[in-house]
């Protein structure tokens, strides 16, 4: 094993959320069609040997961690819930204007602080870097919060060839959409067939 | 909180896998390796994001699994020195309070990184902040703060939510030693230390729990 760049780009809260959905839907289904198979094997009395539904075990580990994020991920205290897929994307768009850096906006997303008091925790020395704008930027999450709602859709994008299925292909575009803004000065080198997928979506997104 | 690592990595694939897709089959396999496991200076990992590269499977001498050498990107759970938290207050006793984010509870506050004055009290099995002691001249003595009455007293329960800053970060590594021996008599190994630590604090205006600053306004918080 080696590890190649142990911090190569920051996640949301709300994406590593929605990775975590998408895979818990999957055991789920996984799970209905091999018992589905199981139970048409059962009801025919023949015995399918090894079919390779079954053979998808999930490890214990992956399962442990997914429920628990999930759990802490859409706890009741937590602010970004209250952000839609389409709200990150415009409170990032929205805060650019603003001199912030990648890890404040990136907190701003993962926190939602709507009070002076929670902004001050997150922005350096925010009277003098932000002044009188500090409210525009309060408003600006506001506005946030109450246009939720709206669904993003990132279907209008052309799907380069993938080594990945058609479902995390879709989650890795409409990820790479939101994160652009916070880790656009680390630029991943994709060296994979996906290659030049992110230096596609910069050229649209601008 | 969350990051992706790139990782390079060569995985086997077992002769059982071989009927369900390669992609799927090689994730199946990460997930099993370093799902919830922490990987030294990166952090905890929790899940494959996707894979990047995937050499041929090959099959060597001996097994009939079929190993990939890949690069794969994984999310991992690493926050950031400086970065906000929100997290559940799990314990507290005298050496300071221990948080918990549900996946991952090796989250300390120590003492010095509790609101100021504060003082752990053995009764309630809490610490609890005095902000009506912080104005006086003279920093009063943790005898001064117990006996303050209990009104004034702003406590942090077990079960609260919290915001803390994330001050440092420990990965400890460990390593199977031979085994000890005292007096010819073998000595049991010593409680093993955690291999990834967050240290945490809440020494700020907006940090602590989240209920003290819901309705706060900036000129009532004392500082400055």
């Avoid at chain 1, 580990?61 to 709200?87: D, F, H, K, M």
């Avoid at chain 2, 990184?113 to 902000?131: G, K, M, T, V």
């Avoid at chain 2, 406590?155 to 990965?171: C, H, L, N, P």
């Amino acid at each position: 094993m080696e590890v190649v760049n142990p911090r190569a780009a920051l996640l949301s809260n709300l994406e590593v959320l929605q990775l975590l959905r998408e895979l818990e839907a999957d055991h789920l289904a996984s799970q209905k069609s091999a018992l589905k198979i199981k139970k048409e094997d059962e009801q025919s009395g023949t015995q399918n040997p090894k079919n390779p539904v079954e053979n998808v075990q999930v490890s214990e580990n992956l399962r442990t961690i997914e429920v628990e994020a999930i759990q802490y991920l859409t706890a009741g205290y937590q602010p970004s819930l209250s952000l839609s897929e389409g709200g990150v994307e415009k409170l990032v768009k929205a805060l650019a204007p603003f001199a912030l850096t990648k890890a404040e906006k990136l907190q701003i997303v993962n926190l939602v602080p709507t009070e002076p008091v929670e902004l001050y925790t997150i922005v350096e020395e925010l009277e003098e870097r932000l002044g009188d704008q500090m409210d525009a930027v309060l408003g600006v999450i506001r506005d946030s919060i109450s246009a939720g709602g709206v669904p993003a859709e990132s279907s209008t994008h052309a799907a380069p060839p993938s080594p990945q299925a058609m479902s995390e292909e879709r989650l890795f575009l409409e990820e790479d959409d939101i994160t652009w803004d916070y880790h656009n000065e680390q630029l991943f080198d994709d060296t994979g067939e996906g290659a030049g997928i992110e230096g596609d979506l910069e050229a649209e997104d601008n | 909180m969350f990051v992706l690592s790139i990782i390079k990595d060569t995985v086997a694939v077992k002769p059982h896998q071989f009927g369900i897709p390669a992609d799927q089959a090689l994730i199946n396999e990460i997930n099993t390796i370093y799902a919830n496991k922490v990987l030294h200076d990166v952090g905890l990992c929790v899940a494959v994001f996707d894979l990047v590269e995937v050499g041929e499977g090959k099959v060597r001498y001996g097994d009939g699994c079929l190993w990939y050498k890949l690069v794969f990107r994984m999310v991992v759970f690493r926050p950031f020195v400086s970065e906000v938290l929100l997290a559940k207050v799990k314990s507290s006793d005298e050496d300071g309070i221990r948080l918990s984010v549900d996946f991952f509870d090796d989250i300390y506050i120590p003492l010095i990184y509790l609101p100021e004055p504060s003082a752990f009290d053995p009764n309630e099995r809490a610490h609890f902040w005095l902000p009506s002691a912080a104005d006086s001249e003279t920093k009063p003595t943790v005898h001064d703060m117990l006996d303050s009455p209990t009104t004034d007293r702003m406590y942090i329960d077990a079960g609260e939510i919290v915001r803390v800053r994330v001050e440092s970060d420990e990965f400890y590594d460990h390593e199977p030693g031979p085994p000890k021996a005292l007096e010819g008599v073998r000595v049991a190994r010593e409680q093993k230390k955690a291999p990834y630590t967050i240290v945490c604090s809440m020494v700020e205006q907006g940090l602590g729990p989240v209920s003290w600053w819901r309705n706060a306004e900036i000129e009532v918080m004392g500082d400055d």
